[in-house]
């Protein structure tokens, strides 16, 4: 099982409706991506936090990681903001004393939006996600691409875990050379045997009569109108909230 459906199983929001869980993950992105500033980016993300830590109890440490990875990307940008360049007198570089300012808040807004997707993604399979896709609207052919590219990500990314640990016990990351040749021998052999698992996974797709739908039995929690009242309240009440405030 993929790690993140088996946190999601774990989770202490695996019983509650499907359609519920999106509704309130895509409304604190809406919330975070459209509400006015500079409330609503904070207000967002520290709802979710909650609800991700404390409500649905996920793994803290896990989940901070995870959302630690946008942030770094996040963070490579504020020199744009901060810094300026100058050539009047020859290059110079300035300290931008009003660029914290432009660079706050739409980085707030893209924690607090990713922050949301964590919360749905850590919460529900990516099997009910898809089924409630169909349920939807959304074209069988779209959804059975997204479910085997899942797997098959997942199951690449297990090979090349297996693969760099078969190389460092063979020091093959001793030095920087080595650890070059290293990752070029694990892409080049990645790149191969996700092909060959690719034909097999084809092959075996024909071999069972496959004519373009891959049914699957998957059973969604219903959502209760409670669970549907509280989708829409929070992400509601943190919109009032900052057009309140001043």
């Known amino acids: 099982m993929p790690v993140l459906d088996r946190i999601a199983f774990e989770s202490a929001w695996k019983g509650r409706g499907t359609g519920g869980k999106a509704l309130l993950g895509f409304g604190l992105l809406g919330a975070a991506a459209f509400g006015p500033a500079p409330l609503t980016a904070p207000l967002v993300l520290a709802t979710t936090l909650a609800l991700a830590l404390f409500s ?3 793994p803290a440490r896990l989940y901070l990681r995870l959302l630690a990875i946008p942030l770094g990307f996040l963070l490579t940008s504020l020199p744009v903001f901060l810094l300026s360049v100058g050539w009047d007198h020859g290059p110079t570089v300035t300290l931008n004393e009003t660029g914290w300012r432009q660079a706050l808040p739409p980085t707030l807004r893209s924690l607090a939006a990713v922050a ?3 919360l749905l993604t850590l919460t529900t399979p990516v099997s009910r ?3 409630l896709g169909h349920r939807l609207g959304l074209p069988t052919t779209v959804t059975d691409l997204a479910l085997l590219t899942h ?3 997942f ?4 090979m090349a875990v297996t693969g760099a640990r078969s190389q460092a016990f063979r020091l093959g990351y001793r030095g920087w050379r080595r650890s070059l040749r290293s990752v070029s021998l694990l892409a080049a052999g990645l790149l191969g ?3 060959d698992r690719s ?3 084809e092959t075996g797709l024909a071999a069972r009569g496959f004519r373009g739908e891959l049914p ?3 059973q969604i929690p219903a959502t209760t109108p409670g669970e549907w009242t509280t989708a829409v309240a929070i992400p509601l009440a943190l919109l009032l909230l900052a057009w309140s405030v001043p």
């Open 151 to 153: 797997r098959l990500l």
């Open 216 to 218: 699957i039995l998957v």
């Open 56 to 58: 649905a109890r996920l």
């Open 199 to 201: 034909r097999r996974l």
């Open 129 to 131: 996600l898809l089924v």
């Open 193 to 195: 045997r996700s092909l």
């Open 116 to 118: 949301a997707l964590l």
């Open 155 to 158: 199951v690449i990314a297990d």
